[in-house]
């Protein structure tokens, strides 16, 4: 039995199906969970039907049951990292998983993704438990039409999309790479990309370079289904064994060290370094990207400190123009070349005295793919750059 369980399980990995973030709102509160097992199963009913099946042990199950709603957001080929985020994998739970994107409210209270392909909202009508498994049926109230794209896919293990998306890098007539597409996370892409585009031009000057850029889980989404053929990015929040098994590779180019940014006449300006639990009662900006927001969390926790979180931002400019206004201090690891906001004002840099976890910017590639010339030539560069600076 155990053999024929295995075999069915490594069977079924081989059958494509949409990616979809089931969620649900109501007395039992806000709660999501990622499924692939989802299934119309009538339209001629007097409303129509769908299911899904979602484990027992799951976060998401006991809230449908208790709520008597769910909606099915069927996502976009771009949108690997809320699958991601709602599979429990950069650690987010509860309310947290939500902060991912961004969401309206259906006919039955649950929330429905903004940018999702599909989005059906349903009443819960019937729930039969088969193994491990509730299979809930939906009678759906609503129906979201499609934006523009194509559905996530989800086969042998790892993200895929209907059609196959364009290739990373294109060829010349005789043989050589003429395109290269590369993705870098926005916060520190300014800081390196620009000085090794322009190298690899000067040894490669008929190479078109694509740069896609984009916070931690969008970058690894892009090189995951190949629409980037390299990404630079952090080492952490990577794919694991329980994920995408085995389909990245990265290589740790340099570690960084955190740091705390000061307004330029802020009060520890003579300081030589800060201790976080000395910055406690003072207003935290907080980079507000799932990886950022996370590794500088855990930080603060660890040195046994409640920062208080004034504001939050997406953007690395953002907050170093907020903090130059006097607005609050940041904790960051991307060093610009300046010490002035992008509005003018004088910023200080501020070693922490505590003992931070260090992170590392990491060159990643997709294992099963082999490389361009082109893109062995941008690796190249990259280990050159960053491991000249160590």
Same mark, same amino acid.
């Given at each position: 039995?155990?053999? %024929?369980?295995?075999?069915?399980?490594?069977?079924?990995?081989?059958?494509?199906?949409?990616?979809?973030?089931?969620?649900?709102?109501?007395?039992?509160?806000?709660?999501?969970?990622?499924?692939?097992?989802?299934?119309?199963?009538?339209?001629?009913?007097? !409303?129509?039907?769908?299911?899904?099946?979602?484990?027992?042990?799951?976060?998401?199950?006991?809230?449908?049951?208790?709520?008597?709603?769910?909606?099915?957001?069927?996502?976009?080929?771009?949108? +690997?990292?809320?699958?991601?985020? @709602?599979?429990? $994998?950069?650690?987010? !739970?509860?309310?947290?998983? @939500?902060?991912?994107?961004?969401?309206?409210?259906?006919?039955?209270?649950?929330?429905?993704?903004?940018?999702?392909?599909?989005?059906?909202?349903?009443? /819960?009508?019937?729930? $039969?438990?088969?193994?491990?498994?509730?299979? @809930?049926?939906?009678?759906?109230?609503?129906?979201?039409?499609?934006?523009?794209?194509?559905?996530?896919?989800?086969?042998?293990?790892?993200?895929?999309?209907?059609?196959?998306?364009?290739?990373?890098?294109?060829?010349?007539?005789?043989?050589?790479?003429?395109?290269? +597409? %590369?993705?870098?996370?926005?916060?520190?892409?300014?800081?390196?990309?620009?000085?090794?585009?322009?190298?690899?031009?000067?040894?490669?000057?008929?190479? $078109?370079?694509?740069?896609?850029?984009?916070?931690?889980?969008?970058?690894?989404?892009?090189?995951?289904?190949?629409?980037?053929?390299?990404?630079?990015?952090?080492? $952490?929040?990577?794919?694991?064994?329980?994920?995408?098994?085995?389909?990245?590779?990265?290589?740790?180019?340099?570690?960084?060290?955190?740091?705390?940014?000061?307004?330029? !006449?802020?009060?520890?300006?003579?300081?030589?370094?800060? /201790?976080?639990?000395?910055?406690?009662?003072?207003?935290?900006?907080?980079?507000?990207?799932?990886?950022?927001?996370?590794?500088?969390?855990?930080? @603060?926790?660890?040195?046994? %400190?409640?920062?208080?979180?004034?504001?939050?931002?997406?953007?690395?400019?953002?907050?170093?123009?907020?903090?130059?206004?006097?607005?609050?201090?940041?904790?960051?690891?991307?060093?610009?070349?300046?010490?002035?906001?992008?509005?003018?004002?004088?910023?200080?840099?501020?070693?922490?005295?505590?003992?931070?976890?260090?992170?590392?910017?990491?060159?990643?590639?997709?294992?099963?793919?082999? /490389?361009?010339?082109?893109?062995?030539?941008?690796?190249?560069?990259?280990?050159?750059?960053?491991?000249?600076?160590?």
């Amino acid at each position: 039995m155990t053999d %024929v369980r295995q075999a069915f399980i490594d069977g079924m990995s081989y059958v494509a199906a949409t990616v979809n973030v089931v969620t649900t709102n109501g007395p039992a509160g806000k709660a999501g969970v990622t499924v692939s097992a989802m299934s119309s199963v009538s339209a001629d009913t007097a !409303k129509p039907t769908l299911l899904v099946c979602i484990n027992e042990a799951s976060a998401g199950a006991a809230p449908i049951i208790e709520n008597g709603v769910f909606a099915v957001n069927i996502l976009r080929d771009d949108q +690997s990292f809320v699958s991601d985020t @709602f599979a429990g $994998r950069y650690g987010d !739970k509860g309310d947290a998983k @939500f902060g991912c994107a961004e969401w309206d409210v259906g006919e039955t209270g649950s929330p429905l993704l903004n940018g999702a392909l599909v989005s059906f909202d349903c009443k /819960l009508v019937g729930e $039969r438990t088969v193994g491990s498994h509730h299979v @809930f049926f939906g009678e759906v109230e609503q129906v979201r039409l499609p934006e523009h794209g194509r559905a996530l896919i989800y086969s042998n293990r790892s993200y895929g999309t209907p059609l196959s998306l364009p290739s990373a890098s294109a060829t010349s007539e005789d043989g050589e790479a003429s395109r290269l +597409s %590369v993705a870098c996370v926005s916060s520190f892409a300014p800081l390196y990309v620009p000085n090794l585009l322009l190298t690899l031009n000067e040894k490669m000057p008929d190479l $078109r370079i694509d740069v896609l850029e984009g916070d931690q889980a969008q970058v690894t989404h892009l090189v995951e289904t190949g629409e980037a053929e390299l990404a630079l990015l952090y080492d $952490r929040h990577m794919p694991d064994d329980r994920h995408v098994p085995g389909i990245l590779e990265t290589d740790a180019l340099v570690a960084l060290e955190p740091y705390v940014l000061l307004p330029e !006449k802020h009060r520890f300006a003579e300081k030589s370094e800060c /201790l976080l639990a000395e910055l406690a009662e003072e207003p935290l900006v907080l980079l507000e990207q799932p990886l950022s927001r996370d590794y500088i969390m855990s930080a @603060f926790a660890a040195a046994g %400190v409640n920062p208080k979180v004034a504001m939050r931002t997406p953007s690395f400019e953002m907050l170093r123009s907020l903090v130059g206004n006097g607005l609050g201090y940041a904790m960051l690891v991307t060093r610009p070349a300046t010490d002035l906001s992008y509005d003018g004002h004088g910023l200080l840099i501020k070693p922490i005295a505590d003992p931070v976890e260090q992170i590392s910017i990491s060159l990643a590639k997709r294992k099963d793919r082999a /490389l361009s010339d082109a893109a062995k030539a941008y690796a190249d560069e990259c280990r050159s750059v960053f491991r000249s600076n160590r």
